[in-house]
């Protein structure tokens, strides 16, 4: 198992991810894109660690990026509640109040 | 020769599960094969020696974020609607970009030499390790991440909570 092949997971998945934001409405499934992009990232860290003789500093970026998406999600879910709220829908082409 | 067969399932589980949580047209389908996304990962990560960083994934992303994702598909669907499904738009532009985007990136990968350190390493448990690093060297980020938690936390209590 050589470091493309990790390389190559983490593409797709970043692909998707990017995917997921671009063609659903949800807001809560663009949340979900995010989440697949930042494992993608992930993926990379670790794999380039281990292969550069298991250098714990991308262990540590990566635990730093499960952090983040953690507040992230908290925050944006919080959002997309009160978009909700507001709104009666999370739709992200139905949301469009500035336009008026 | 079992570290390739484990590779190429996990692979194949994370792959496959992201492929249903951008295509399937039902939110709760994709918030639970988001689930088998995270699993692949962590099981990546295990190959690649980062037991700790998979423990904390499954930990976080599944115990937490996904929690939180799953009530979040709840809470924001009426209860009398009974519609569960969330149309796509725009499939085949994104299809066709995503694709070429994707077609660089591993063509990238692939050509490219990366320099490696060679030598496999062969330890085991690396949490000690990372605690070290975590209080010596990144001391500060951790001190931050800590902030930035407290501070997520309180702000999205904030926001969420009912208006009166």
Request: aromatic share 10%; no cysteine.
């Amino acid at each position: 198992m050589g470091l493309t092949h990790y390389l190559v997971v983490s593409a797709i998945l970043f692909s998707l991810g990017v995917l997921a934001l671009t063609i659903r409405r949800n807001a809560v499934l663009m949340l979900m894109g995010i989440e697949l992009i930042l494992n993608a990232a992930n993926i990379n860290f670790i794999a380039f660690a281990y292969y550069d003789g298991l250098k714990l500093q991308g262990h540590v970026v990566a635990l730093f990026v499960i952090v983040l998406a953690a507040a992230e999600a908290a925050v944006a879910l919080a959002i997309v509640l009160h978009i909700y709220k507001m709104n009666n829908t999370v739709e992200a082409d139905q949301i469009n109040k500035l336009r008026e | 020769m079992e570290i390739a067969i484990l590779f190429y399932v996990f692979a194949a589980l994370a792959v496959i599960s992201g492929f249903v949580v951008v295509f399937s047209r039902s939110v709760i389908y994709a918030a639970f094969s988001l689930l088998f996304t995270f699993l692949g990962v962590a099981g990546l990560y295990v190959l690649l020696n980062a037991d700790f960083v998979a423990v904390a994934q499954i930990m976080v992303y599944i115990g937490g974020i996904l929690i939180l994702m799953v009530f979040g598909v709840m809470l924001t669907r009426k209860a009398t609607d009974a519609e569960v499904q969330a149309p796509t738009m725009k499939t085949i532009p994104a299809l066709i970009v995503v694709g070429l985007v994707m077609g660089t990136l591993v063509n990238v990968f692939t050509s490219a030499t990366w320099p490696t350190s060679g030598m496999m390493p062969d330890i085991e448990g690396t949490t000690m390790e990372i605690g070290e690093l975590l209080l010596t060297t990144f001391i500060m980020p951790f001190e931050l991440a800590g902030i930035l938690l407290l501070a997520a936390i309180m702000g999205a209590a904030f926001i969420a909570r009912r208006q009166e």
